[in-house]
């Protein structure tokens, strides 16, 4: 028996190790690990699958592929579509992370309605882009997250990049940090309050990520300040998330996490990581998270997909896969409230799509499955005002749609959509590279 209960503390011993190591790398005690973050389980999940109606299919928006058509033998992997306005003309442009020629181009819209495509920079799996002046010098440069490779992968390629426009639109490639877990994001901000210009960056690696920002030194010179040490950070969002006047960092950690934090800034730099969600189910399959004041309360709340099916064969989403809000109550709580079902939910977009006044939010997915008649790669939920939303098809083809933006690419102050695909699976018979879907 006295073998037994030294077995028993044993476990239990090792329990506790790793519960304070997970603690550790989560910038948590034990204690926070376990209480004043809200954790969501499976059952109340599926409790809230059928909140969504399903609505009419909507017709109010047209496709139009731009860039080189894709061929037979093509395979694209567009992992990221941004706009930007990207030579001033007042014509808005689409930035491409391509990380099937491992490139960052540029799709200029020049005269209007006329897109055409060239290539910025070489970089090594892009995986986003944001175009913000980040030297303050009048003209977009375009901060750049590289995964060095696309697929899971361990070893320090990752590195965050900026591509510094000139004023004329040549761009000269300026590596800020390399040999580090590989880079999913990141995203500028004045994080310490001193005018300039920080960087928020997340890490997926592979089983080895991190969270960190980069303090604006001048001169391109940036200096890391490591927050977390968990692998899978997917977004790196920068808001004002507790309503104290600085921002904040809100990140989606995937892998066996499944988690979302807010890095609470004192204004100066210096946050404090807090857990705002903890979904139970480990396969919950994080995708996305977007920030918003989806209820109009007056304070911003995190939209949230989960529909990444890559580690399932064949990657055909699951039941579970769908689309979600966590409403900011202040203090930094925050409360779960799902939205609708939608296999393999990703990008998630906040738009006032149907111009009612309220706000909505389009999507794709990037594995569904493609043989049923009924699969989507790209819909919205439909708000109606009071936070009850129907789900509106748009169209199942093409297929495998990882990337959603938004902007008026046509000038009339609708709201059109730019989308991706990511074709790493079958089928192969509806594939696209960018598409632009202008709202009539």
């Given amino acids: 028996m006295a073998r037994v209960w030294a077995l028993v503390g044993a476990i239990a011993a090792a329990v506790a190790v790793i519960f304070y190591v997970q603690a550790r790398r989560a910038g948590l005690t034990v204690g926070e690990m376990f209480s004043g973050s809200p954790t969501t389980v499976t059952g109340a ?27 037979a033998d093509d395979r694209p992997l567009v992992a990221h579509v941004s706009v930007a306005d990207l030579d001033a003309d007042g014509l808005p442009d689409i930035i491409v992370a391509d990380a099937a020629a491992n490139r960052i181009t540029w799709v200029r819209q020049a005269p209007a309605g006329t897109f055409t495509e060239t290539a910025l920079a070489e970089v090594a799996g892009p995986a986003h882009t944001h175009a913000v002046d ?24 990752g590195s ?32 310490d309050g001193d ?7 997340a890490q997926f ?70 857990r705002i969600f903890g979904a139970s189910n480990e396969d919950f399959g ?13 304070d911003v709340d995190v939209v949230y997909s989960n529909g990444d099916a890559f580690d399932y064969a064949p990657p055909t989403g699951r039941g579970w896969n769908g ?5 900011n109550r202040g203090g930094l709580a925050f409360r779960y409230r799902r939205i609708g079902d939608f296999s393999g939910a990703s990008s998630p977009q906040p738009v006032d799509l149907d111009g009612d006044g309220d706000i909505d939010v389009a999507l794709v997915s990037a594995y569904s499955n493609w043989d049923r008649p009924d699969a989507l790669s790209l819909a919205w939920f439909e708000n109606d005002g009071s936070m009850s939303f129907t789900l509106r098809p748009i169209t199942g083809s093409p297929t495998h749609l990882i990337t959603l933006t938004v902007g008026d690419l046509d000038g009339d102050r609708k709201p059109d959509l730019v989308t ?20 009539q």
């Fill in 323 to 327: 689309l979600q809000w966590l409403e």
């Fill in 195 to 201: 005018g300039d210009l920080d960087l928020a960056v």
């Fill in 420 to 439: 991706g695909g990511m074709h790493m699976s079958y089928p192969f018979d509806r594939m696209s590279r960018v598409t632009v879907w202008l709202h």
């Fill in 45 to 71: 999940i599926e409790a809230q699958r059928a909140t969504a109606r399903v609505g009419a299919k909507t017709d109010f928006l047209t496709p139009h592929p731009v860039g080189p058509a894709v061929g």
């Fill in 160 to 191: 965050v990049i900026v591509l510094e426009n000139d004023g004329r639109q040549a761009f000269t490639r300026r590596v800020l940090i390399d040999k580090v877990a590989r880079v999913s994001d990141v995203r500028a901000g004045d994080l």
């Fill in 205 to 274: 690696g592979y089983d080895q990520g991190e969270t960190r920002w980069m303090e604006n030194q001048g001169g391109w010179r940036f200096a890391s300040h490591v927050l977390q040490n968990l692998s899978g950070p997917i977004n790196a969002e920068l808001a004002d998330a507790d309503g104290d006047g600085d921002l904040d960092i809100v990140t989606l950690v995937s892998q066996e996490w499944e988690e979302i934090y807010v890095f609470e800034n004192d204004g100066r730099g210096q946050f404090t990581p807090r």
């Fill in 286 to 298: 994080s995708s996305w998270i977007s920030i918003a004041d989806l209820d109009r309360d007056g």
């Fill in 134 to 157: 980040l030297d303050k010098d009048g003209d977009l440069d375009i901060a750049v997250a590289s995964l060095g490779v696309l697929f899971p992968n361990n070893a320090p390629i």
